[in-house]
């Protein structure tokens, strides 16, 4: 299994990225994805999922902000991030459960991650 993460970089506060995490190697549309994040110093944290059955579900220091969709036919999971604060900096990455527990330990697999950088 394999998951590739992109689409970070360098963005002013109030502005948008679109992070994209391709899949390959499993049975994309039977898996729940999820995306966490880590800031210099922090541990990881979940930022919000996109199951299978096309729900969505999210922190909420990113609800209303944040938008998570997936392409099944891409084997693609995306996380769209709008009004991006300087504390959304970390770097994201996507992971995959089967479950519906969202904690780091319980992630079947993850991407190596990108990195959303939010100047002010």
């Known amino acids: 299994v394999q998951l590739q993460a992109s689409g970070g970089g360098l963005v002013q506060a109030g502005g948008s990225l679109r992070l994209s995490c391709a899949a390959s190697?499993?049975?994309?549309?039977?898996?729940?994805m999820g995306w966490f994040r880590q800031a210099p110093g922090k541990e990881r944290e979940f930022v919000g999922a996109?199951?299978?059955?096309?729900?969505?579900y999210y922190m909420n220091s990113v609800k209303g902000r944040f938008t998570i969709s997936r392409d099944n036919a891409e084997n693609t999971v995306y996380l769209q991030m709008n009004s991006l604060k300087p504390e959304d900096t970390a770097v994201y990455y996507c992971?995959?459960?089967?479950?519906?527990?969202?904690?780091?330990?319980?992630?079947?697999?993850w991407g190596k991650g990108t990195l959303v950088t939010v100047s002010s």
């Open positions: 190697g499993l049975n994309f549309s039977m898996y729940n």
């Open positions: 992971a995959v459960t089967y479950g519906n527990i969202w904690s780091p330990s319980r992630m079947a697999y």
């Open positions: 996109g199951l299978r059955g096309a729900s969505t």
